[in-house]
């Protein structure tokens, strides 16, 4: 029986992975490189320090450890000084729907924790019974650590939970955790979320799943 649905934030609650690609791009690009879109939608859910080796190899770019931090800094500063934040239709009304039929709901991002704030304000994030960023923790999808965080947190199993997603290594994540998977045909196509248990075209189409009803 579920008890805990777990949301993915970039993809699933907001329609911001453009600008994250943007911002990027835009770094790359001032040191000759380029990267291409579908790259970081495919790794979405690593943290930035993950995705960047994975950018350095796409552009032929190199940058020296001891820079990288800094480079990581000044991406995510252009990243929301570009952004305009927008919530997929439906979104928070699926969220309070669920709470209203007695689910724990949390928010399981890999992004950082000023990113999520600029992505949600406080009221928007008050939605949610529990928040947990890629700066809390040390392995990011599809290291399955951040959902068993926020289902200790939730006070559910893991096999209590369901995980909604889009993009494939955090449904690796949510399956390496144990917990159920549903993905939403947002950022990539069918074909790439396979391995989830199940396929949405939306994200109201949660509120029809037999599961959560």
């Known amino acids: 029986m579920i008890r805990g649905v777990l949301f993915d934030l970039d993809g699933v609650i907001v329609d911001t992975l453009h600008y994250h690609y943007l911002a990027w791009k835009h770094m790359f690009e001032k040191l000759g490189g380029k990267i291409s879109e579908h790259t970081v939608l495919l790794h979405e859910g690593r943290n930035s320090r993950e995705i960047l080796p994975i950018l350095m190899q796409e552009s032929g770019v190199l940058i020296p450890a001891d820079q990288q931090a800094q480079f990581i800094e000044e991406k995510r500063a252009y990243y929301r000084s570009i952004v ?10 699926a969220i309070d729907q669920l709470k209203q039929r007695g689910y724990r709901v949390a928010l399981v991002t890999a992004c950082a924790l000023k990113n999520m704030q600029h992505s949600l304000n406080s009221e928007q ?23 068993l965080i926020a289902a200790r947190q939730l006070q559910v199993k893991p096999v209590e939970c369901m995980v909604v997603e889009n993009a494939p290594l955090g449904i690796e994540a949510a399956k ?7 993905a939403i045909e947002t950022t990539l196509g069918r074909e790439y979320l396979s391995s989830a248990d199940c396929v949405l075209q939306s994200i109201r189409d949660l509120l029809d799943l037999p599961a959560l009803k």
């Not at 305009?84 to 009304?93: I, L």
């Not at 529990?130 to 951040?146: C, H, L, M, N, Q």
């Not at 390496?176 to 549903?182: E, L, P």
Request: include cysteine; hydrophobic fraction near 35%.
């Open 84 to 93: 305009q934040v927008q919530q997929y239709p439906g979104a928070f009304e």
């Open 125 to 147: 994030q008050a939605h949610f019974d529990f928040i947990i960023t890629g700066d809390e923790v040390s392995r990011a999808k599809p290291f399955p650590d951040s959902y």
């Open 176 to 182: 390496n955790a144990g917990m159920y998977c549903v």
